[in-house]
């Protein structure tokens, strides 16, 4: 089978959507940061995929690398707090994760 | 379009903060680091060199000018924006400095972040390729997860960071993946490029303008997604009131005012350079609702769910999202900039909204920063009797009030009916029912900041004991308090004022 720009796009586009739900469901915060990262990923493959088969030239490929550098440090940041969390609360979960409100 | 070497000279103001932080982040490892004097003074002489450069540079400048290879765009909005962005710097390092919420032992680490985000968050005004919107947003987002979650000891502000970093890092990947269509239609990341496949100018063979249309709307969609977080508009709001109670007062200040400055900022930036003049119903009608009902929604949902808050922090916080939804309706003019002669006025509207926003909000949390540092407490209860106990912080808070309110003669009613007016004359049913909510949703502010007026000066305290301002706090009181009080009787030098600078 001939692999082609669609194949992809559909691939992305699977990943966002499971990125997505599991932004939505999951109540354990490295899960939730973890749905991000498919999210950023699913970017990742539509950047690339453009720059290989659509008229985009290398600019794609760097913007994907631009991308892995920043999932990089947002996992950084995003990792310290919730372990700053933890601390305080002896749970990631983050429905648990909610003394305020009142 | 000017070459790195070429523009460096343009982005000087930014270069200062630059050496500022790493300045401050210096001092922060040494032993002059345990007076706070020291650090807030080396912050605020960067900030006021960078305002000093940028106002230096906006009077010498005309027009708009592509630097570093296109990536930034430097014009008249760059200046204004850099501007409100230091300003808001500057003021919260002095609330900070004031306030007893933020540790000797973190105060350089908060110079450090402040003077670091407002750098990224003039990029975020100037960026003009999808790349640098991406990198100006996510360094403005990073920054400010870190800034909500100073206080590491205190749960409160660790729940808030992650409420922030969890919303944020959703949002924004939402926002790259509607760019990564964009990229896709054009194969380059400037948004000029884009426009150009838009209007159906460029592209080879059978590339057509009106076939792109529909994708280009959901990636602007998405993209707009990502941005109505950075703004706290609904549905994207959640985050905003736990990080605004959570987050410690000075910094709950910034943050509602300069990211949301910052996020409009990228929005119209965005918005203006991707669709001017593109002639498409499908865009440009789809974008008008889409934003309009968001607007609605945000003035509606923020103004009910103020109504019933004891916690002034999550007053204020709700205040934010119904003043985000005010400031869409002017985003929402968006068809008239399509339209074959551009008009901007929408937009210019925003801006000028913005400008009086900065001083009654910053000014309202101010007062409730120095009721916590000395009462300890944001609950509405702390306000009581403030109006015996504190005359001046009383008086000046009833200034912001009225004015976040939108009622005569402050600068938030000459601002709200700049508003108001542009939008009605747009024409057209739903402009009319936009404005209509927006005077209704007004109306029901008052309730709210009122219910403060009412507990600064009709009810009663056990404790009469006067409170006291230093004078740092009644000059940081009076520079904010002044200007509302002024733009509101002297508006028609400063709004022509605008209409030049902006023209």
């Known amino acids: ?102 | 379009m000017l070459g790195n070497q070429a523009s460096l000279a343009l982005v000087i103001p930014e270069a200062i903060l630059g050496a500022t932080v790493a300045g401050v982040m210096a001092l922060g490892v040494s032993r002059a680091a345990r007076s706070r004097g020291v650090v807030a003074a080396s912050g605020s002489l960067g900030l006021l060199a960078a305002m000093a450069v940028a106002a230096w540079q906006a009077a010498g400048a005309h027009g708009s000018v592509a630097a570093f290879h296109g990536n930034v765009v430097v014009d008249a909005m760059v200046s204004l924006f850099r501007l409100v962005f230091f300003g808001t710097g500057l003021l919260t390092l002095w609330f900070a400095y004031a306030s007893s919420e933020i540790d000797t032992r973190d105060f350089a680490d908060m110079t450090a972040l402040v003077c670091a985000s407002v750098m990224g968050m003039s990029f975020m005004a100037a960026a003009s390729d999808l790349l640098m919107m991406v990198l100006a947003m996510e360094f403005v987002g990073l920054l400010s997860y870190v800034l909500a979650g100073l206080k590491r000891e205190d749960q409160r502000s660790s729940e808030a960071a992650l409420k922030y970093v969890i919303y944020g890092a959703g949002a924004s990947g939402v926002a790259l993946f509607g760019m990564s269509f964009l990229y896709g239609m054009a194969g380059d990341t400037s948004i000029q490029a884009v426009r150009e496949v838009l209007l159906g100018g460029a592209g080879e063979g059978t590339r057509q303008g009106a076939g792109f249309a529909p994708l280009g709307l959901l990636a602007v969609v998405m993209v707009l997604a990502g941005l109505g977080y950075k703004v706290a508009a609904v549905p994207f709001h959640m985050w905003c009131p736990d990080v605004y109670q959570g987050a410690p007062t000075p910094i709950t200040a910034f943050f509602s005012v300069a990211p949301k400055a910052a996020g409009f900022a990228l929005m119209m930036r965005f918005l203006s350079l991707l669709l001017a003049g593109v002639s498409s119903r499908l865009l440009s009608d789809g974008l008008m609702v889409l934003i309009g009902v968001v607007s609605i929604a945000s003035m509606t949902l923020g103004n009910l769910a103020a109504l019933n808050q004891r916690s002034v922090k999550r007053l204020l916080a709700y205040s934010s999202i119904a003043h985000a939804g005010y400031l869409l309706m002017g985003v929402a003019t968006l068809p008239a900039l399509m339209s074959a002669t551009p008009d901007p006025s929408g937009f210019r509207a925003v801006y000028f909204y913005l400008v009086v926003y900065l001083f009654m909000n910053l000014g309202a949390f101010f007062v409730t920063s120095h009721v916590v540092t000395r009462l300890g407490s944001d609950d509405l209860g702390a306000f009581r009797a403030l109006g015996q106990r504190s005359p001046l912080v009383a008086g000046v808070m009833a200034v912001f009030l009225i004015s976040l309110a939108g009622l005569p003669p402050t600068a938030g009613f000459v601002g709200k009916f700049y508003l108001f007016w542009v939008v009605l004359k747009q024409g057209g049913a739903f402009y009319y029912v936009l404005a209509f909510i927006g005077v209704l949703n007004s109306f029901l502010s008052l309730f709210y900041y009122a219910r403060i007026l009412k507990v600064m000066y009709l009810e009663p305290s056990a404790d009469t004991r006067p409170v006291a301002a230093g004078p740092l706090a009644v000059a940081v009181l009076m520079a904010l308090g002044v200007p509302t009080l002024l733009f509101g009787v002297w508006f028609s030098p400063l709004l022509s004022a605008a209409g030049k600078v902006l023209g």
Do not use: C, P, Q, W
């Open chain 1, 1 to 102: 089978m001939h692999v082609t720009l669609t194949h992809f796009l559909v691939l992305a586009a699977a990943l966002f959507v499971l990125g997505l739900i599991n932004l939505a469901t999951r109540r354990n915060a490295i899960g939730v940061l973890l749905g991000v990262e498919l999210i950023l990923n699913a970017a990742n493959i539509n950047l690339v995929a453009f720059s290989r088969y659509g008229i985009g030239g290398i600019e794609g490929h760097a913007f994907a690398v631009m991308v892995i550098a920043l999932a990089a440090a947002e996992t950084v940041v995003a990792l310290a707090i919730v372990l700053a969390i933890f601390h305080h609360y002896r749970t990631v979960d983050v429905d648990e994760v909610s003394r305020m409100k009142e």
